[in-house]
C-alpha cells in the first residue's frame, strides 16, 4: 500500500487524545465506543513537475471499513519542505490564492487537486496534510510528500510508535 500506516487506538484522556488526532466523527461522539476503535489514514501525494498539479489522495479505515470521505470534514492542507543538514527539514504551509489554487472537488480517484502556482525552487520538495477539522489526520510524515527517501520512514518517532 502507498499511503501512510498511522494506525492508533485512541481512548479517551489517554496521551494520544491529547495530541489532537481525530478521536470521532461528528455523528459518532456520543457513542464512547468510538474510543476503542482502530484508525488508518492513507494519505499519499504526488506533483506533475511540468504543470504545477498536485494530488493529494486519501483514504480512511476504520476497523477495517473504507469510510466516506463526503460526511466528514475533511480538508487538505499543502506545503513545501525546505531541507537543511542532517535530516532536518523545515515544513510551511501554502495559502490559497498565493501559492496555489484549488483544481475541482475531492474525488475518489486523486482525492484533493491543485495548482501550485508559487516558484518551485523555493522548495526543496512539497508535501499535503489532511485534517479533520482542526485535527491533523496524518501525524507521521510518510507517503504525503515527494521529497527524497531519506527523510521519510527513519525518523525516531515512526520507531518509537511500534515498539509501545
Known amino acids: 500500500s502507498s ?12 496521551k494520544y487524545g491529547q495530541l489532537g488526532w481525530p478521536i470521532c466523527t461528528p455523528e459518532e461522539q456520543i457513542a464512547v465506543q468510538c474510543f476503542n476503535e482502530m484508525w488508518k489514514v492513507d494519505v499519499g501525494f504526488s506533483m506533475v513537475e511540468r504543470s504545477g498539479k498536485m494530488f493529494c489522495p486519501v483514504k480512511v479505515l476504520k476497523e477495517g471499513k473504507e469510510m466516506k470521505l463526503k460526511n466528514m470534514d475533511i480538508r487538505v492542507e499543502w506545503g513545501g519542505v525546505h531541507l537543511e543538514s542532517g535530516d532536518d527539514y523545515k515544513t510551511e504551509y501554502f495559502k490559497e490564492g498565493v501559492h496555489y489554487t484549488t483544481n475541482g472537488k475531492f474525488s475518489l480517484k486523486k482525492g484533493f487537486k491543485a495548482r501550485f502556482t508559487g516558484d518551485k525552487k523555493e ?42
Open 3 to 14: 499511503g501512510i500506516n498511522a494506525e492508533w487506538p485512541l481512548r479517551p484522556g489517554d
Open 123 to 164: 522548495y526543496d520538495c512539497f508535501f499535503c496534510d489532511i485534517y479533520m477539522g482542526e485535527h491533523i489526520m496524518n501525524p507521521w510524515p510518510d507517503k504525503n510528500h515527494n521529497c527524497p527517501a531519506e527523510y521519510s520512514e527513519d525518523g525516531g518517532m515512526m520507531e518509537d510508535m511500534d515498539m509501545n
